[in-house]
């Protein structure tokens, strides 16, 4: 893969996070791994070691919590100039930052995030012979992981996932509820139909997300609407099991997005932390809010100035915890590269030559375990000539 002439060498992670958490080397593609199947109650003796984190992982959060801005994103329907720049500067000030914000007054009826929390009962508590005949394949989107033991040997993160895609170009409003009765039969189809409506409320919630960081960037309003609008986003459910050896595991272990923008509700158990300032700060459980954050895509259609920043989520002694996550993200072979306007206005060089989400999630998916650094990572590799065969424009 060529450099481009008018990008500067690899942007420069801050120096403290480097100290904290060294990139790691990528990797040749892994086999699946058989082996341990995760069930939470069989693990509540000594903690298997498999689930052991690094006490540089585990560093206890300060109990201070994230000030990231309250964005009433209601404003951007009404049409006040004057409110939705008001609005654009609380998220450009967050995004410079850390990344992160929560938006209030989205439109995504209270009913239907209730819906989708049940749901997740639905999948969960199934038996976990039934969770395993879904499991994601090696290097896909959909289906179960149980702790990704079967992609990882150590530093399981002590939960069980379930994602499926959603296509923005489908033009059936049946795609979902389609995964969900081909892989569980009849029996879930009205899971389906909950998440179907929940991905659609995300979707349209993404685009206008989308506006409001196009205004805050100074960028064509639209920009990112229509770059996102044909999107191939991925809808993932999070549960985590109560742990009686909470203090020397994680949930979700520190880490980026690689996907563009992430749209998350967290119920009220909390545990999700953002690392800021050098220190590990909560973000607030607000059932009303969703909370919205910067992935490592985005900061590349932002050149750089928007952070994709290093979260992670902690897992509970007592309680059960459940999170709904949407990860926007583009049509899989569109190149990412920021806006010429972007670029001219601020007079900057590229921080970041192009590439497709296909080829960035490849990536993580059979060769590099998303850290801190996984898009300078990416980037390296493909300098080294990794660039895959479907990097078409
Ligand atoms: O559950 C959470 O709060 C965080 C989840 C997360 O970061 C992820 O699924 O990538």
């Not at 480097?18 to 693990?43: C, H, I, M, R």
């Not at 659609?200 to 409001?212: C, P, T």
């Not at 920021?338 to 900057?348: K, M």
Request: aromatic letters at 10%; hydrophobic letters at 35%; one cysteine or more.
């Amino acid at each position: 893969m060529q450099q481009n002439k008018n990008m500067s060498p690899l942007m420069e992670l801050s120096a403290s996070t480097l100290v904290l958490y060294p990139a790691s080397k990528p990797q040749e593609p892994q086999e699946e791994k058989e082996g341990l199947v995760f069930d939470s109650t069989n693990f509540q003796g000594d903690m298997p070691k498999e689930f052991l984190w690094p006490s540089r992982d585990l560093v206890n959060t300060t109990l201070e919590e994230l000030k990231e801005p309250l964005v009433d994103i209601g404003n951007m329907r009404s049409g006040d100039e004057g409110a939705i720049a008001n609005v654009a500067e609380l998220v450009r000030n967050a995004c410079l930052k850390h990344g992160f914000f929560q938006v209030i007054n989205h439109g995504v009826d209270p009913d239907l995030i209730d819906a989708a929390y049940q749901q997740l009962d639905s999948i969960f508590k199934l038996p976990i012979a039934r969770k395993l005949s879904t499991k994601r394949k090696p290097g896909g989107v959909s289906g179960y992981s149980g702790a990704h033991a079967d992609r990882y040997s150590s530093k399981l993160p002590w939960k069980e996932t379930f994602s499926f895609l959603h296509s923005h170009q489908t033009i059936s409003n049946s795609q979902i509820v389609d995964y969900f009765e081909s892989v569980f039969g009849e029996d879930l189809k009205h899971t389906g139909l909950v998440y179907q409506k929940y991905c659609e409320a995300m979707k349209e919630l993404s685009l206008v997300i989308m506006e409001l960081l196009a205004i805050s960037l100074g960028v064509d309003r639209l920009h990112y609407r229509n770059f996102f609008q044909d999107g191939d986003s991925i809808m993932r459910c999070n549960y985590y099991p109560p742990c009686n050896n909470a203090n020397v595991t994680l949930g979700t272990g520190p880490h980026t997005d690689p996907t563009s923008l992430t749209i998350l509700h967290q119920d009220q158990v909390g545990g999700l932390e953002v690392f800021v300032d050098n220190k590990w700060l909560a973000v607030r459980p607000r059932s009303e809010a969703l909370v919205v954050n910067i992935g490592d895509t985005f900061m590349a259609l932002s050149n750089g100035s928007y952070k994709s920043c290093l979260h992670r989520a902690l897992v509970n002694k007592n309680r059960e915890r459940k999170s709904l996550v949407y990860f926007v993200c583009p049509r899989e072979d569109k190149v990412v590269r920021p806006p010429e306007n972007l670029l001219c206005t601020n007079n900057e060089e590229r921080k970041y030559p192009d590439f497709t989400w296909s080829n960035l999630f490849e990536f993580t998916q059979k060769h590099y375990r998303a850290d801190v650094a996984t898009l300078q990572s990416f980037i390296q590799w493909q300098f080294n000539d990794n660039a895959l065969p479907n990097s078409s424009a």
